[in-house]
């Protein structure tokens, strides 16, 4: 199905279909959210499972302190719980402090992928859990969920129902990290060819959740991860690599095409699993619409990055010294930097090289609920 035929095919589409679910927030329609992707959605898998420790001044702008998130604030799917009237989803690993499961469960990671770490398509693999791996714990999840309801334990009331299976709404915000990681070692065409390998895998797995009950699916496209300061980086000094916007032009080339594909396979899903219902965000469109018309958001800069350090980069981005840490280079002790004033940088639109900040987040949200 997902040959490099159909794909060229769909790159001479003019247009991508969205569905856009119209949701009234007041009567929310989902009793359950069950969420799935990497850093642009991970709640705190990754500190749970690595013991990773994230430092000030991760999370200061609204938490006061570091929540798990790779942000200074709140994430788009954090905007989406409170919508509903729910609180914030708990990660899966999260076993601290007796997490409430009731209304759902995070099992976003960073550094995720679609692909899993031992195929030899995809190298440059570092995440500790895939999009299989997520799904696989959704799975063990819900049958010690439902074994736990049939013997009525004491922790029911933290527990979803069990219609809330089905009923459920199942959110997917991944595979940015596998193209962009694609790149580091091969040329474009090598990257369009990687695509259709990643849908398999992406539809496969999304077919077990179907399996396992789930039926309404809300599908996230990739971003314009080429407006990213790591990747801007890397091209700043050759305009020719950059687009009108300043952003990596074959990035965002690649991003769109697997834009157009993760739309069809949705299509072509809900035509094939009877009962479902997809939902496909254009996050591509949303994304490039604040960047290029940041000020009209209340932005002050569009690329800059508030938390990191210069290394040469007019970003304000340096490779070797990731926001919040502290490294030695050339025997002397350098720090990341932070926007001086507290009140100004939530206004900018990039928080580290590869995370926008939680005001981008809010704006996301906002323009995805008022389509």
Request: with cysteine; aromatic share 16%.
């Given at each position: 199905m997902w040959s490099m035929t159909s794909l060229y095919l769909v790159v001479g589409m003019?247009?991508?279909?969205?569905?856009?679910?119209?949701?009234?927030?007041?009567?929310?329609?989902?009793?359950?959210?069950?969420?799935?992707?990497?850093?642009?959605?991970?709640?705190?898998?990754?500190?749970?499972?690595?013991?990773?420790?994230?430092?000030?001044?991760?999370?200061?702008?609204?938490?006061?302190?570091?929540?798990?998130?790779?942000?200074?604030?709140?994430?788009?799917?954090?905007?989406f719980m409170n919508s509903l009237k729910f609180p914030a989803l708990h990660p899966y690993l999260d076993s601290v402090g007796g997490p409430d499961f009731k209304r759902g469960c995070n099992f976003a990671m960073a550094d995720s992928t679609i692909l899993p770490n031992n195929t030899t398509s995809n190298p440059n693999i570092v995440s500790p859990l895939t999009f299989g791996v997520q799904v696989d714990q959704f799975i063990h999840f819900r049958s010690r969920v439902l074994q736990l309801l049939r013997n009525g334990s004491n922790s029911n009331k933290l527990l979803p129902l069990v219609e809330y299976f089905s009923q459920g709404l199942y959110t997917f915000d991944i595979g940015q990290f596998d193209l962009a990681r694609a790149f580091e070692n091969s040329s474009e065409g090598q990257v369009l060819a990687y695509i259709p390998i990643l849908l398999i895998e992406f539809a496969s797995r999304i077919k077990d959740l179907?399996?396992?009950?789930?039926?309404?699916?809300?599908?996230?496209?990739?971003?314009?991860?080429?407006?990213?300061?790591?990747?801007?980086?890397?091209?700043?000094?050759?305009?020719?690599?950059?687009?009108?916007?300043?952003?990596?032009?074959?990035?965002?080339?690649?991003?769109?095409?697997?834009?157009?594909?993760?739309?069809?396979?949705?299509s072509t899903l809900q035509a094939d699993l009877s009962g479902t219902n997809f939902t496909y965000i254009d996050m591509f469109a949303l994304k490039t619409d604040l960047i290029a018309n940041y000020t009209s958001y209340g932005f002050e800069n569009s690329k800059l990055t508030c938390c990191g350090g210069s290394g040469g980069s007019q970003l304000n981005y340096n490779s070797e010294i990731p926001c919040d840490e502290t490294k030695i280079i050339d025997g002397n002790e350098i720090t990341s930097g932070v926007c001086k004033n507290v009140n100004i940088f939530i206004y900018k639109l990039g928080w580290s090289s590869l995370h926008r900040s939680g005001k981008f987040s809010c704006c996301v949200k906002n323009t995805v609920w008022t389509i």
């Open positions: 003019m247009f991508v279909k969205v569905f856009v679910a119209a949701v009234d927030f007041k009567y929310p329609h989902y009793p359950a959210v069950f969420n799935f992707g990497d850093s642009n959605s991970d709640t705190g898998g990754l500190v749970s499972e690595l013991g990773k420790q994230l430092n000030p001044p991760y999370g200061n702008t609204h938490f006061g302190r570091p929540e798990g998130r790779f942000c200074d604030g709140r994430l788009v799917i954090d905007f179907y399996a396992n009950g789930a039926r309404r699916f809300r599908v996230y496209g990739t971003g314009p991860f080429g407006c990213l300061p790591k990747y801007i980086s890397k091209y700043e000094k050759d305009a020719l690599e950059l687009d009108e916007l300043g952003c990596v032009k074959s990035h965002n080339y690649v991003a769109k095409l697997f834009n157009l594909q993760i739309n069809t396979m949705c």
